[in-house]
């Protein structure tokens, strides 16, 4: 059910002091995509049609209990697609274990929780890129295309606290080389 992280994609243990920065680490992830039905969250899944093209298709099972009692805070309505990202916690407990002390800095495009899952952004979590044009289908140039996912930054700051880390700041990354 979940995706795990296979040994060689966790950060190393390397110690002593040091900076880890990362540019378009977290929207790179993979992450449960989900549709509100009958109120609650159900996994997107990908299956094969009677004609042998990829489609999509609603689990018939809710999402964990845990993610269910998250993704219901925000009221989301019936139709709602969205995304979530189950692997933070395991890579920010495996980085943290990486340094003794320093900091983690990274780049990625993406969007406080309030503004993540606003109603507007329904199905728009998810973004292709082919030839550097955004896509308009994840099934098109398979294999070919970049997938990227949205951030949601509140889940990510979330994560690192619960492991041991403190948010210095949250800005874009324009403002970030203006200053």
Same mark, same amino acid.
């Given at each position: 059910?979940?995706?795990? &992280? ?11 002091t040091? @900076? ?6 977290f !929207?790179? &992830? ?13 996994? @997107? ?21 845990s993610?269910?009692e998250? @993704? ?30 320093g900091?983690?800095?990274?780049? !990625? =495009?993406? =969007?406080?929780?309030?503004? &993540?899952?606003a109603?507007?952004?329904? !199905?728009?979590? @998810? ?25 949601? &930054?509140t ?20 403002k970030?080389?203006? !200053?």
């Amino acid at each position: 059910e979940n995706v795990e &992280f296979i040994q060689s994609d966790m950060p190393p243990s390397i110690g002593g002091t040091g @900076i880890i920065i990362s540019n378009e680490l977290f !929207d790179a &992830f993979p992450v449960k995509r989900f549709e509100i039905t009958s109120g609650i969250p159900h996994e @997107i899944l990908v299956s094969i049609s009677a004609q042998n093209e990829l489609i999509e298709i609603i689990s018939s099972n809710p999402l964990s209990s845990s993610i269910v009692e998250y @993704i219901s805070k925000f009221d989301l309505p019936e139709g709602y697609r969205g995304v979530i990202n189950p692997n933070l916690d395991p890579y920010f407990e495996a980085l943290n274990k990486t340094l003794d002390k320093g900091f983690f800095l990274t780049f !990625d =495009y993406g =969007y406080l929780e309030k503004d &993540f899952y606003a109603l507007n952004r329904s !199905d728009k979590h @998810i973004q292709t890129y082919f030839k550097h044009v955004d896509g308009l289908n994840l099934f098109d140039n398979i294999g070919n295309q970049d997938i990227t996912s949205q951030v949601n &930054f509140t889940a990510v700051i979330d994560s690192g606290l619960r492991h041991g880390f403190e948010p210095v700041i949250l800005m874009s990354q324009s403002k970030w080389m203006e !200053d």
